[in-house]
């Protein structure tokens, strides 16, 4: 019979997937990144990184913001930096420095300059202290990491924050995302970084251009993938710490840990969770939040978890959505980042990181 015909099937299967217009089944999200900026760029005609957008290539990062951006709310600065104003190197008189790493949350997608929680600290809840917002929309742990120790050395923090966010746990594995990055493994002597320096979109677009690489091309027969695909995703369900990405995530944190310190600052971790962890307190992210939260106390390190919190406001204040929808993105809204502003400088005052009291007129009593 034709189910008990092994080689129809697959022949099947793939004839399903093209018709469809689908890319092969495969579990290697990476794979499938790198595929549809090929297709896109095959389309365009064009290796040009995203155009003379907010993102551009960088060989050590990936990708970084580009200097001089200013569209729609966000601008950057000479040095890369979410910022109105451009940072003096070295440690300036009467003032402190927090500098906050992250990935999109932190950065503040889909808001202005004046509405990201890094402008809500120092201009709400800090005195005399400069907020400098090194994040960068797709970063993981990993590149965020490297890019304060590429860019952070000579702003002379006091206190540095990385801003953890769940969908940090996988890129921290990945080679693509929006485009491709470098990715730390573990050996037997610790992270070691590969993919690196990162390949430019110019030799990229030509090997797909070329015909040396081909979007959608796979050996494995797309029953394999499908089946591969299918036990990956029941996997990601149930995140622990025999994990290959929490192996790297609690490499990265002790990284983390001890290069701010050996630049004389404070380290502190803060989780953000995506909207799933405030209204599932049970969802798997919530699972990786808690393991965070161990290793940063393990390693000494100040840990804030602002998913009670949020779940808290959202209780008492409904009509003020902390998330944008999904339908565009569904990251913080301008409530979110007071929110997150407010909480993480009560947060550093109880730690004794910072002196300034509070300033007031927080929204909603919060």
């Known amino acids: 019979t034709f189910w008990s015909n092994p080689e129809q099937l697959k022949g099947v299967m793939r004839l399903v997937f093209h018709l469809r217009g689908d890319l092969p089944p495969t579990p290697d999200d990476s794979l499938v990144y790198e ?40 601008r950057i600065n000479a040095r890369g930096l979410r910022a109105d104003r451009e940072f003096a190197p070295g440690r300036q008189p009467g003032r402190h420095r927090l500098a906050l790493l992250g990935d999109s949350f932190t950065f503040g997608d889909h808001v202005a300059n004046d509405e990201t929680f890094a402008h809500f600290l ?32 000579d702003l002379s923090a006091d206190v540095v924050v990385m801003g953890f966010y769940m969908g940090d746990y996988e890129r921290n594995v990945e080679r693509f995302k929006i485009y491709a990055k470098p990715v730390f493994v573990l050996d037997a002597g610790g992270l070691r970084l590969t993919h690196h320096p990162v390949v430019a979109p110019e030799v990229l677009y030509e090997q797909y251009a070329s015909g040396r690489r081909r979007v959608g091309a796979v050996r494995t027969p797309y029953l394999v993938l499908a089946i591969e695909k299918a036990i990956w995703r029941l996997h990601r369900r149930w995140p622990d710490e025999s994990d290959r990405e929490w192996k790297v995530l609690a490499a990265l944190m002790q990284r983390f840990r001890d290069h701010v310190r050996a630049q004389g600052a404070a380290p502190v971790w803060l989780i953000l969770p995506y909207d799933d962890v405030v209204s599932e307190p049970d969802s798997p992210e919530a699972a990786i939040e808690d393991m965070c939260e161990r290793e940063a106390r393990a390693l000494g390190m100040p840990v804030l978890r602002v998913d009670a919190p949020f779940r808290d406001y959202a209780r008492r204040h409904p009509d003020d959505a902390l998330y ?43």
């Open 122 to 153: 120092e201009t709400r809840e800090l005195s005399g202290w400069d907020v400098l917002n090194f994040a960068v929309n797709g970063y993981g742990t990993d590149q965020a990491l490297l890019a304060y120790e590429l860019f952070g050395g």
């Open 35 to 74: 595929w549809k900026w090929a297709a896109a760029h095959l389309a365009s005609g064009s290796a040009r990184f995203q155009g003379p957008t907010l993102l551009g290539y960088d060989p050590d990062l990936g990708w970084r913001p580009t200097p001089g951006y200013d569209q729609d709310g966000q």
């Open 324 to 366: 944008r929808p999904r339908a565009v993105g569904g990251h913080f809204s301008v409530a979110g980042h007071r929110l997150v502003a407010h909480l993480l400088a009560g947060f550093l005052r109880d730690q004794g990181l910072i002196g300034s009291p509070p300033r007031p007129g927080f929204p909603n009593g919060g």
